[in-house]
């Protein structure tokens, strides 16, 4: 029987000494439950602060749903800035921190990018080489854009008939031009690559005034020689122009010689005063005067 009672007494103070451990009811230690309650509200928290930035961004950019178009205008300066942090960020001059887009919308982030991009390229020059087909050398080439307007210098073929000149993308016009041989002109297109452009200069005629000869009757006659001294056929206009001081009396007439050929044009002029009368042909220029007195 003594053992029993020392049994129950020490179960009992055991119990006891348990319930002291633990403290009184109202000071017991939080439970489960209330460890849950407690993180789903800070959690709910976290998320509404991130719901009110999120918002915040779009009103000063607008929301995804009108990508592509600028935020209201109070805040037409906000693409400026965020152009200069999308730039910072890209080339590394922040090398701590978030991502480099973190906190910038995707469809802001894809346009701003494919702006840089298509001013990158637009930047770029491409090798453009000239090639004459007869490898002549020292001819001036002029190159000039679709405004018709000169682009740089004038530049001449090497001992190879090649000539290079750096250009960006577009469309252009040039012209080739060597003493003795016909004018080239020719167009040609720059698209995101080197380009050779090939062309071939021909040889001109060569129309020389090589005699003026003047005779009086009731008219002035002027009979002028021209020979072709070029090394191809021709066909040029020869023109007198008779200078009477307040006015000019003009006459032309179109001749063609094979190469070395010389043929002989005439004029007549009214000249009731001396007069001065100049003979020109595409090449070549020669003046007489008409003394009638």
Same mark, same amino acid.
């Given at each position: 029987?003594?053992?029993?009672?020392?049994?129950?007494?020490?179960?009992?103070?055991?119990?006891?000494?348990?319930?002291?451990?633990?403290?009184?009811?109202?000071?017991?230690?939080?439970?489960?439950?209330?460890?849950?309650?407690?993180?789903?509200?800070?959690?709910?928290?976290?998320?509404?602060?991130?719901?009110?930035?999120?918002?915040?961004?779009?009103?000063?950019?607008?929301?995804?749903?009108?990508?592509?178009?600028?935020?209201?205008?109070?805040?037409?300066?906000?693409?400026?800035?965020?152009?200069?942090?999308?730039?910072?960020?890209? #080339?590394?001059?922040?090398?701590? /921190?978030?991502?480099?887009?973190?906190?910038?919308?995707?469809?802001?982030?894809? #346009?701003?990018?494919?702006?840089?991009?298509?001013?990158?390229?637009?930047?770029?020059?491409?090798?453009?080489?000239?090639?004459?087909?007869?490898?002549?050398?020292?001819?001036?080439?002029?190159?000039?854009?679709?405004?018709?307007?000169?682009?740089?210098?004038?530049?001449?073929?090497?001992?190879? /008939?090649?000539?290079?000149?750096?250009?960006?993308?577009?469309?252009?016009?040039?012209?080739?031009?060597?003493?003795?041989?016909?004018?080239?002109?020719?167009?040609?297109?720059?698209?995101?690559?080197?380009?050779?452009?090939?062309?071939?200069?021909?040889?001109?005629?060569?129309?020389?005034?090589?005699?003026? #000869?003047?005779?009086?009757?009731?008219?002035?006659?002027?009979?002028?020689?021209?020979?072709?001294?070029?090394?191809?056929?021709?066909?040029?206009?020869?023109?007198?122009?008779?200078?009477?001081?307040?006015?000019?009396?003009?006459?032309?007439?179109?001749? #063609?010689?094979?190469?070395?050929?010389?043929?002989?044009?005439?004029?007549?002029?009214?000249?009731?005063?001396?007069?001065?009368?100049?003979?020109?042909?595409?090449?070549?220029?020669?003046?007489?005067?008409?003394?009638?007195?």
């Amino acid at each position: 029987m003594k053992k029993i009672l020392a049994i129950v007494l020490a179960i009992s103070l055991l119990s006891f000494g348990s319930v002291l451990a633990q403290g009184p009811p109202d000071h017991a230690g939080p439970s489960r439950e209330a460890v849950d309650e407690e993180e789903e509200k800070v959690s709910d928290e976290e998320y509404d602060e991130e719901k009110d930035e999120e918002e915040e961004k779009e009103e000063r950019v607008g929301p995804p749903e009108r990508a592509g178009e600028p935020g209201p205008p109070e805040h037409s300066n906000a693409p400026d800035a965020v152009r200069e942090m999308v730039q910072a960020r890209v #080339s590394g001059e922040k090398e701590s /921190g978030p991502p480099a887009f973190a906190g910038i919308p995707r469809f802001l982030r894809d #346009s701003l990018l494919e702006d840089e991009e298509e001013e990158k390229v637009s930047d770029e020059v491409y090798a453009v080489e000239f090639a004459e087909e007869n490898e002549l050398e020292d001819v001036e080439i002029a190159v000039l854009d679709d405004d018709e307007e000169k682009i740089g210098e004038e530049f001449a073929t090497d001992e190879d /008939g090649i000539a290079e000149k750096e250009l960006e993308n577009g469309e252009y016009s040039f012209e080739a031009n060597l003493e003795d041989y016909k004018v080239y002109e020719g167009d040609f297109v720059v698209d995101g690559e080197d380009k050779t452009v090939e062309f071939e200069l021909k040889e001109s005629a060569y129309f020389e005034i090589s005699r003026l #000869s003047i005779t009086y009757n009731d008219d002035v006659e002027i009979i002028a020689e021209i020979k072709n001294t070029g090394e191809v056929e021709g066909e040029q206009d020869i023109t007198a122009v008779l200078d009477l001081g307040d006015e000019e009396v003009t006459k032309s007439e179109t001749i #063609s010689l094979d190469a070395e050929e010389t043929d002989e044009v005439e004029f007549s002029f009214e000249v009731d005063e001396d007069a001065e009368i100049m003979v020109e042909s595409e090449n070549d220029k020669s003046s007489i005067d008409a003394n009638v007195e």
